[in-house]
């Protein structure tokens, strides 16, 4: 039987064996786990299609495994500035940015070194968002604000490490965001507790449709065509919508522009879409997995969890890593964020013999001495410069008398 080209890697709010995942879509069979025991994992991200890295959703720890290793129990431990909140990568594995609470950290993944460390929001950040060039994230909170960031701008600390574009148009928790392909022209979806989700120009800043709904919404997700919207909310519906056909008006009213998919009872906590369009995968708090044909809005299949589902994406299929492989780099640790005051120390450079400093009469006559010292030098330099200022001057006088003359030669020629 021929391989698929993705799976659905998951993680549960669990301290059981397990708690990552990965399935097989189409069968609902366990490909591989990767262990820690005792361990819950908040967040899930594949580096540069080498590396899976959690955060722990109780201690401030980082744990990383090697795709490219046949078992999944040999496991990496980062320490991170406090327990993380949210977590996100380039999409080329170069940088990796987590927060903790309301702060943001950049880190680059070859090196462990922190370029930069961000402060805008008031509360915690709750899911941050690369585009699909890397040049750009976003970060949402529980402040209800929306912050879009230029990660060169970020490093180099230009415009004072300011984000491009900020958003406070949500009144409470921004809960999920989406930011999409075509660069920084990318399509910013936001989705918050207040019932409404925004859909965001993120070149220009503009507000393109805000959807009005009648639930808390709790996720959301697009296909790779940017045409097909889905969103779940806190009742268990996920709501369909197709961006090409809703009316042309900022307010829009979804209960007369979508189609309710209806299969969870609770929450849905984490959708997320198939590269051809044709699948669709949601998570809720009640530890169900349910696998959805977008053309037919039909439940395909559906894998029970113990424990509430936090993540729930589908990934490439690393299904022929060997151990022979060799990573493309290795993760170190992680920089401290109070590295930098390390080195902050302040030499005092003395003489050898310093008892002049308890001796007034001949501290006065060194300081004299060092003074006059200072005053000759410095007149000997004045002298220099007004002597080769004189002699451009002369030059520049000699050079205009010549092109005058040139000049009225010319003329009676």
């Known amino acids: 039987m021929q391989s698929v080209k993705e799976v659905i890697l998951t993680s549960t709010n669990t301290s059981g064996t397990w708690t990552a995942t990965v399935y097989n879509y189409i069968t609902g069979s ?8 005792n361990v819950s994992y908040r967040h ?11 955060t722990d959703t109780k201690n401030p720890y980082l744990y990383y495994w090697s795709l490219h290793k046949p078992s999944h129990t040999q496991h990496q431990r980062l320490i991170t500035p406090g327990i993380v909140t949210a977590l996100s990568c380039t999409p080329d594995g170069s940088y990796i940015v987590l927060a903790v609470d309301e702060k943001i950290f950049i880190y680059q993944a070859s090196t ?4 930069q460390t961000l402060s805008r929001h008031y509360q915690a950040v709750t899911n941050i968002c690369f585009n699909s060039d890397g040049s750009s994230f976003a970060t949402c909170g529980d ?31 921004v809960k999920s965001i989406y930011l999409g392909n075509f660069g920084i022209m990318s399509r910013l979806v936001t989705v918050s507790l207040d019932k409404t989700a925004r859909i965001y120009n993120a070149s220009t800043g503009d507000c393109l449709a805000t959807l009005i709904f009648d639930t808390a919404l709790m ?13 779940g909310c806190s009742n268990g519906i996920i709501k369909y919508l197709n961006l090409r056909c809703l009316p042309r008006d900022l307010n829009v009213d979804i209960e007369n522009n979508s189609v309710s998919l209806q299969g969870h009872s609770n929450q849905v906590t984490h959708l ?20 959805w044909d977008i053309p037919s809005r039909q439940i395909v299949r559906s894998i029970m969890c113990q424990s509430p589902v936090l993540t729930a ?34 030499q005092i450079s003395t003489s050898k013999n310093d008892d002049f400093l308890l001796n007034e009469d001949l501290y006065l006559r060194n300081n004299n001495q060092s003074r006059r010292c200072n005053s000759n030098s410095s007149s000997r330099v004045f002298r220099k410069n007004i002597i080769a200022t004189e002699k451009m001057e002369k030059i520049n006088s000699e050079l205009y008398q010549y092109m005058i003359q040139y000049l009225i030669d010319n003329d009676k020629r």
């Open 30 to 37: 366990v490909i591989a786990t990767h262990k820690k025991p």
């Open 44 to 54: 899930l991200q594949i580096i540069n299609d080498t590396y899976l890295i959690a």
């Open 112 to 115: 462990g070194q922190l370029l």
């Open 143 to 173: 402040d209800g604000f929306v912050f879009l960031w230029c990660l060169t701008d970020v490093i180099n600390n230009y415009n004072q490490a300011a984000p491009y574009r900020e958003f406070s148009d949500h009144t409470l928790p």
């Open 219 to 231: 996720s959301v997700c697009l296909d790779s065509n940017e045409s097909n919207l889905f969103i």
């Open 272 to 291: 997320s879409i198939s590269v051809d369009c044709m699948t669709l995968i949601s998570g809720d708090v009640d530890g169900k997995i349910n696998i």
């Open 313 to 346: 994406t589908l990934i490439p299929n690393f299904s022929n890593s060997t151990s022979e492989l060799n990573c493309k780099y290795t993760i170190p640790p992680f920089e401290r964020p109070n590295h930098e005051k390390k080195n902050n120390v302040i």
